[in-house]
C-alpha cells in the first residue's frame, strides 16, 4: 500500500521579485549611475547580485526531508534537491515520486512540479517556475511504500 507524507515550508519572505534599474516614480536612487545616461554600457544590475541558496530540514515522525534550492524567481526555473529519509531507519527512500508546491493562503497553486523517482537513493530533483510573487507555503507530497 503506497502512503503520503505532506511537509510544509512556509516562506514568509515570499517569492523574490528582480529587477533592473526601473522607476517607480521616485527621483531618489539608492545607487549612483555614474556619468553615463543608460545601461547600453552595463548588461544589468542583476549580475552583480550574488543570491545565497536556502535549505531547510524538517520531519514529521515518519519522514525527514532535507532540501535545497536557490531563491524562487518569478518565471524562473527553480530547481530542487529534496533529500527524503525514513525516521524508523534513517534510511533513504529509493522508490517513490515526490510534488512540489507553491500554495498560498487561500490555498491555490501558484506552481508544482512532478518527479516519479529519485535521481540517486533519496534524492528528488523537481524543478517549478513560480509564475507570480508573494508569500506562500513550499509543500512536499512524497508517495512511497516505505512510509
Keep these: 500500500m503506497k502512503k503520503l507524507a505532506l511537509l510544509l ?12 534599474c526601473q522607476s517607480d516614480g521616485h527621483s531618489d536612487h539608492s545607487h549612483d549611475h555614474g556619468d553615463h545616461h543608460g545601461h547600453h554600457e552595463e548588461s ?39 533529500h527524503f529519509s525514513n525516521m524508523a531507519d534513517f534510511k533513504a527512500f529509493e522508490k517513490g515520486s515526490v510534488e512540489v508546491q507553491l500554495v498560498d493562503k487561500n ?3 501558484n506552481a508544482k512540479a512532478m518527479v516519479y523517482k529519485p535521481s540517486s537513493p533519496g534524492i528528488f530533483r523537481p524543478i517549478i517556475v513560480p509564475k507570480t510573487e508573494g508569500n506562500y507555503t513550499l509543500a512536499f507530497k512524497i508517495k512511497s511504500g516505505r512510509i
Design 9 to 20: 515550508i512556509p516562506l514568509f519572505f515570499g517569492i523574490l521579485v528582480l529587477s533592473g
Design 44 to 82: 544589468s544590475h542583476n549580475e552583480d547580485i550574488e543570491l545565497e541558496g536556502l535549505s531547510f530540514t524538517i520531519w514529521t515522525d515518519k519522514t525527514e526531508l532535507f532540501v535545497e534550492f536557490d531563491p524562487l524567481i518569478v518565471g524562473e526555473e527553480t530547481p530542487f534537491a529534496a
Design 107 to 109: 490555498g491555490n497553486i
